[in-house]
């Protein structure tokens, strides 16, 4: 009897037993190993009453259909909430200022209402002016290139480090500097090809590219389920029939052996024809070491945490009505960011309530991420302190980490995985490789990218 098994138990592994089920022949068995005691990956609720709050991620770009196809298949679209739309503010290092309406990801798609915003001087925005309605002489990239030398060169540092870096490092968590701009934002570079200039290419974007625009829809971009994402594990969890499922089973070596490979783990010796692997990087190298690493060992994502910080209502007094906020890198703060649950998810929080999720570690930065924690819950209050007014201490703190978090798109990234998958399918036929550090960060992308590599097993097994 042929034998596919799956190496890891999060949304991507799951989702790849999922349509194993459904496009792979009954005669293959199917087995996914989870290393530790739980599955869902960084896909985690915490749920304690009323409250449901996200330890990871706490939703995905409606727009990309992917996940809200499972959603259905698994019979939870009932369960589909859209976020709550309002203003969202920058933290610079003189105070909160609003995000400009009409941009997207902090890109102007109306330069006389961008002229509201209090971000820049008069100066930097008659500069910024100029250099939208005449564009520098500077050559469309016909490769890769970094996103932030991009963006600098067509609408300057001011507004790349204020506005568009504190946003985008909230999606990516990397360097913007080292990011790459085709692997992120195609649609920027697309759009100047086709209409000349960065600024009119914005202006043309089709509503499905305009991903984090502000002040333009009432409706929330983003979804999410009643009960947090963790239903949707769980629920595909619920559904699997011919998976057999084991728990804290860590692999330890894979070996090739004729027709097929053979895995070590704590549980002992598994044999299989196909292995899917949704492991970080790291692990692959040690797992894999006859393939070419340079790729992978440069896939160092860096260590984020989360403290979500649950207030009654009159102990504490928000800044503004809106949804939150991004630290830019010259604000005076160890946190990266924080959303007001309440207002971007009510449906998450009890009459009565405040909750907010605040973020820290930066690349480069992330020492904070290894400190105890009342030490995070202490350095998220110092910082929001010089904000708002919290009169009393929070009713309950929820700490996350996430060491192995987001790997960094670097330029050259698509080329970069276009030939991993090359030589893998040369020097080990059989092993497919899928997860964030490959197609795409966003759960949707995972969903997509593993559905479609099960249809391809299904061609060869």
């Known amino acids: 009897m042929r034998k ?4 890891g138990g999060g949304i991507t592994g799951l989702t790849a037993a999922f349509y194993a089920e459904r496009y792979l022949p009954e005669d293959v068995t199917i087995t996914l190993l989870e290393g530790t005691d739980r599955l869902g990956g960084k896909i985690d609720t915490f749920e304690t009453g009323d409250f449901a709050v996200e330890r990871g991620p706490d939703s995905y770009v409606f727009r990309k259909t992917a996940m809200t196809e499972l959603i259905q298949e698994v019979g939870l679209g009932d369960e589909l909430v859209r976020n709550g739309v309002g203003q969202a503010y920058v933290l610079h290092h003189d105070g909160l200022h609003p995000i400009p309406k009409q941009t997207v990801m902090g890109i102007p798609l109306d330069i006389d209402a ?43 540092d001011p507004i790349v480090d ?28 697309e759009g100047e090809k086709k209409y000349g200039n960065l600024y009119e290419g914005m202006r043309h974007l089709r509503p499905e590219q ?26 595909l969890t619920e559904r699997l029939e011919r998976t057999e499922i084991v728990l804290n089973c860590t692999v330890e070596q894979i070996e090739q052996v004729e027709g097929g490979y053979r895995l070590q783990t704590s549980g002992g010796s598994i044999e299989s024809d196909h292995l899917l692997l949704t492991v970080p990087p790291r692990l692959i190298r040690q797992f894999l070491p006859e393939v070419d690493s340079d790729f992978l060992a440069d896939m160092k994502p860096h ?22 906020f991004v630290a830019s890198q010259e604000a005076d703060v160890t946190i990266t960011a924080c959303t007001f649950i309440d207002q971007k998810w009510p449906h998450a929080v009890p009459e009565g309530y405040h909750v907010l999720r605040v973020f820290l570690g930066r690349p480069g930065a992330d020492a904070i991420v290894d400190a105890p924690d009342d030490e995070i819950v202490e350095t998220a209050l110092r910082d929001l302190r010089g904000l708002m007014n919290i009169k009393r201490e ?9 060491h192995d978090g987001l790997p960094p798109y670097g330029v050259f990234h698509a080329d970069r995985v276009k030939a991993l998958r090359e030589e893998m399918r040369r020097v080990y036929p059989g092993v497919t490789l899928a997860g964030i550090a490959y197609d795409g960060i966003g759960i949707p992308d995972c969903i997509k990218s593993v559905r479609e590599q099960v249809k391809q097993v299904s061609k060869n097994l």
Do not use: N, W
Request: net charge negative.
């Open 114 to 156: 961008f002229q509201e915003t209090t971000l820049l001087s008069e100066e930097e925005h008659a500069a910024l002016r100029t250099m939208l309605l005449s564009p520098p002489d500077v050559a469309t990239p016909d490769t890769d290139v970094s996103l932030g030398l991009y963006l600098r060169e067509r609408v300057g």
């Open 210 to 235: 305009r991903v984090a625009e502000v002040g333009t829809k009432k409706v929330g971009q983003f979804a999410s389920l009643k009960r947090g994402l963790k239903s949707l594990t769980d629920r």
């Open 303 to 324: 260590a984020t945490a989360t403290c979500s910080l649950i207030f009654k209502q009159d102990d504490l007094e928000l800044p503004f009505v809106g949804t939150g």
């Open 394 to 402: 929070p009713v309950q703190t929820i700490v996350s980490r996430l």
């Open 4 to 7: 596919f098994t799956i190496v």
């Open 162 to 189: 204020r506005l568009i870096e504190p946003l985008l490092s909230g999606i990516y968590a990397g360097d913007i500097d080292e990011m790459s701009a085709l692997s992120t934002f195609p649609q920027f570079i």
